[in-house]
């Protein structure tokens, strides 16, 4: 007996000619954002990986893309880090897709994103004389310092509130806590000179933080005033952090004394972080900048992304360049 052949293997989904994307910061966290409801592709960590790259992309510290409306929101947004993971929420970038949705005129000074930690209340705080948002503010909800919330190994319910954690021959003073994606804070003396480009990639990939973590570290500059660093997951130092810095603020609350309302200096600007404190959300408030607009071609830039082949030399242990 003859078998029938097998069906063709279907091909796979063609990619648009030209995407269109928008390049946007915030206190120089950089994105590339792809309006997801006008053109759709069938892999975006991919194209995150390929669109992020410095070199051979675009370059950015994340892809945003935005989706169709939510229930309860106005549109949903997608951010995928430059290793190609997704991350549950973003600050910085929730204020960036924010700008680009009242900018177009598609939400009006007050809307709501849907993200994968959930629902984030948004507000346009300031605008320029084109009616352009320039400052917003996202509420990003209550954070959650249960270990099985993070998540950190330990016992489920036990928070890790300033505790020591032994890490390759140091011992650090952490505190952890999910605030839509987790974070584990880390006050340092001297936060110019620390070992970021060391400490922070081991605390990421730390087996206790089994889905890895963001890392902020952190000086005491005043009474309500902050510096701080951050290591992000799937993206290393960044020059800005805003749930990071949300965290750190609400860490300085809780072990330091600090009052409801905190500027965090980042190496690329200045946010101001609200927390009145346990079971209250936390809201984030900075600058968003859209720096220009432009099409590229997916099937180049994805053709063109395989790992070059070479070596990697290891990133010097400094804050990276503006």
Same mark, same amino acid.
């Given at each position: 007996?003859?078998?029938p052949?097998?069906?063709? /293997?279907p091909?796979p989904?063609s ?23 006008a053109?759709?592709?069938p ?6 990986r ?9 370059g ?5 893309v935005?989706l169709p409306? #939510?229930?309860? #929101?106005?549109?949903? @947004?997608? @951010? ?6 997704? +991350?549950? @929420?973003?600050g910085n970038?929730?204020?960036? &897709?924010?700008k680009?949705?009242h900018?177009?005129?598609r ?9 994968? #930690?959930g629902?984030v209340?948004m507000q346009v705080?300031?605008?320029?004389a084109?009616?352009r948002? /320039?400052r917003?503010a ?5 954070p959650?310092?249960r270990?099985?919330?993070?998540p @950190?190994?330990?016992?489920p ?7 020591p954690f032994?890490l390759a021959?140091r011992?650090?003073?952490? /505190?952890?806590?999910r605030l839509?994606n987790p974070? +584990?804070v880390?006050?340092v003396?001297d936060v ?5 480009h ?6 990421e ?6 889905a890895?973590?963001n890392?902020e ?8 005033r &902050?510096r ?10 960044? &020059?800005a952090?805003?749930s990071? +810095? ?25 946010? /101001?972080?609200?927390?009145e ?11 968003a ?10 099937? +180049? ?7 070059p ?10 804050p990276p360049a503006?």
């Open positions: 007996m003859t078998l052949p097998p069906p063709p /293997t091909p989904p990619l648009p000619a030209a995407l269109p994307f928008v390049k946007l910061h915030g206190c120089a966290n950089d994105y590339v954002l792809v309006d997801g409801c053109a759709t592709l892999d975006w960590g991919a194209f995150a390929a669109a992020c790259d410095r070199r051979r992309g675009i950015a510290d994340g892809l945003l935005v409306a #939510a229930p309860a #929101a106005d549109a949903r @947004m997608a @951010m995928f880090n430059p290793d190609g993971s997704e +991350a549950e @929420m973003c970038g929730l204020r960036c &897709l924010g680009f949705l900018d177009r005129r939400v009006g000074r007050e809307f709501r994103i849907a993200t994968r #930690a629902v209340a705080e300031q605008i320029d084109a009616g948002a /320039t917003l996202a509420t990003l909800g209550v959650d310092f270990r099985a919330a993070v @950190m190994a330990g016992p319910e036990l928070p890790a509130r300033d505790e032994a021959g011992t650090l003073r952490l /505190t952890a806590l839509g974070h +584990a880390v006050f003396d110019a000179r620390y070992p970021v060391s400490v922070g990639p081991a605390l990939r730390d087996p206790r933080f089994p890895r973590v890392v570290f952190v000086e005491v500059v005043a009474n309500g &902050l701080q660093r951050t290591w992000e997951r799937g993206a290393g130092e960044t &020059l952090c805003g990071g +810095a949300t965290a750190a603020a609400i860490v300085a609350r809780l072990v330091h004394g600090f009052p409801a309302d905190v500027a965090v200096a980042l190496l690329g600007g200045e946010v /101001t972080v609200r927390w404190g346990e079971g209250q959300p936390a809201t984030l408030a900075g600058p900048v859209e720096i220009g607009s432009g099409t590229l071609d997916p099937a +180049a830039l994805l053709a063109d992304a395989a790992p082949i070479g070596f990697a030399a290891p990133a010097p242990d400094a503006g």
